[in-house]
Nanobody, 126 residues
Framework: QVQLVESGGGSVQAGGSLRLSCAAS????????MGWFRQGPGKEREGVAA????????YVADSVNGRFTISQGAAKNTVYLEMNSLRPEDTAMYYC???????????????????WGQGTQVTVSS
């Protein structure tokens, strides 16, 4: 079974930056999408960003485009989410996810995601 372990997160003031990391193990597929969803208080879980292990242009949601950057490590099993110019509305639990398909991120359909991390809290104060 795939294991996803997140690190990073925390509390920051508006305008600040944070970096999240996610390391995957026991991946059975050689190629896959890996990235982040988030769920704010009283909100549904939404796709934030994803990157393909085989390369190419990452997916970044419109709500964070230009502020968040997703990248992967040299070993391809670790992804990073660099979050800049954070806003109070970015406050959420951030979950690492992995799947063969990009569509769950684009459609914000987390029910179709194959593997999840435990989540890490990001809190942005005004």
């Amino acid at each position: 079974q795939v294991q996803l372990v997140e690190s990073g997160g925390g509390s920051v003031q508006a305008g600040g930056s944070l970096r999240l990391s996610c390391a995957a193990s026991r991946l059975s597929d050689s190629v896959y999408w890996m990235g982040w969803f988030r769920q704010g208080p009283g909100k549904e879980r939404e796709g934030v960003a994803a990157i393909y292990s085989g390369g190419g242009i990452p997916y970044v949601a419109d709500s964070v485009n230009g502020r968040f950057t997703i990248s992967q490590g040299a070993a391809k099993n670790t992804v990073y989410l660099e979050m800049n110019s954070l806003r109070p509305e970015d406050t959420a639990m951030y979950y690492c996810a992995a799947d063969r398909d990009l569509r769950p991120w684009v459609r914000s359909s987390p029910e179709n995601i194959g593997s999840w991390g435990q989540g890490t809290q990001v809190t942005v104060s005004s």
